[in-house]
């Protein structure tokens, strides 16, 4: 068993006490596609607007080093939902907290397919990021009914869906976008997203944690605890920051020269790389797997240096095509491959506060994808898509400096 797995559970110290044992009897693959389907079309919420930041300058007359503030906010009311909306399903009946949320969800794309101010579209982009942390509160559930030892496999099958969402968000926003304008895919996700609760509320069943004497605000403050006192877990967040820095640095960007001569490619062509994406995130499927057998370590390594490598190939736009298609998978089995390796470390680290947990380590997620989408615009903006590259091999090769330095600062067990 690997190191961060075999830790001391150290949660308790904290009031955070475990989930009632009788949730863990194990999920069925129909329901396990459910959550991963759920999860697909939630996060998809926050990805639309990366192959539309063109079509969105030009409607509100925003500048083009200005346009990742969208993103950037997008991120920022997910990063406010995971601090105070996820930890929730430490408390309250988690079927509940999903479908409340779903809910508010489609009352903010509605509000974002309407408006007709930029700062109508900006305080709209914060509400669907703040809404969209449902994700995070079913990886969690997800990962409570598991079977025992199997926590790493569903969260790695879980969260495929979440990364074919993020991938395929970004050909179906080009597809509807050229077919109706970008207000047209908000209008879509709506009326998905509130179908997906009407779905969810039949199917989820009823779960409310078992009883803890903590309160909000000290579930609230037992997050940061937790993550100060286990460097497993600030080394695992750190970790998210960068991947995910990487990550939008790639797909924020990517839009800029893939529409602008001399390729001048549609929104939907270029949705298509999204796409190419998705063979990248399912080959990473099994990266829980190897976790839950203690290789979460090598996984992790492994993996960092294919995210570095991809760089080199994505590199060559616009003079390869080819090589732009290799790099993208490269990358997005990379980052597929960390993310569901530290929520499954993680999780079988404190499996009493599985919500607060994911809670905390995606808000370095959001951080880092914020970071990547506004450093990025601004980076082809002054150095063009050499610049891009040049950041996004830097946050990869950060990360590697972090893992290789943790890894070797691990006491050695005899």
Known sequence: MSDEMARPRIGEEYDVRDEAPSMA????????LLFAVACGLSVANIYYAQPLLDAMAQDFRIKPGAIGLVVTLTQVGYALGLLFIVPLGDLLDRRRLIVGQAILSTVALLFVATAQTEGALLCGMVAVGLFAVVVQVLVAFAATLAAPGEGGKAVGM????????I????????????????RAVYLASA???????????????RHRPSETSAGYLAILRSVPVLFLHEPVLLVRGVLALLIFATFST????????????????????????GLIGVAGALAAGSAGKLADRGLGQWTTGLSLGLL??????????????????VGVVLLDLAVQAVHVTNQSIIFGLFPHARSRLVGGYMVFY????????????LAFANAGWSGVSLLGAS?????ILVWATAHRARPRRS
Not at 191 to 205: D, E, N, Q, R
């Open 25 to 32: 009897v194990g999920l069925s693959k129909s329901t396990t």
């Open 158 to 165: 879980v969260t495929s869906g979440v990364v074919i969402g």
């Open 167 to 182: 991938l395929a968000a970004r050909f179906v926003s080009g597809v509807l976008a050229d077919l109706g304008g970008w």
């Open 191 to 205: 009326v998905l997203t509130f179908v997906m609760a009407a779905i969810l509320f039949c199917v989820l069943p």
């Open 250 to 273: 790639f797909w924020t960007a990517l839009v800029l020269p893939l529409s602008a001569p001399p390729l001048a490619l549609s929104h939907g062509q270029i949705g298509l790389f």
């Open 308 to 325: 570095l490598a991809s760089w080199g190939l994505i590199a060559l736009l616009p003079a390869s095509i080819p090589a732009l298609i």
């Open 366 to 377: 959001s951080i880092g994808s914020a970071i990547g989408a506004i450093t990025s615009t």
């Open 395 to 399: 946050f990869s090769g950060a990360a």
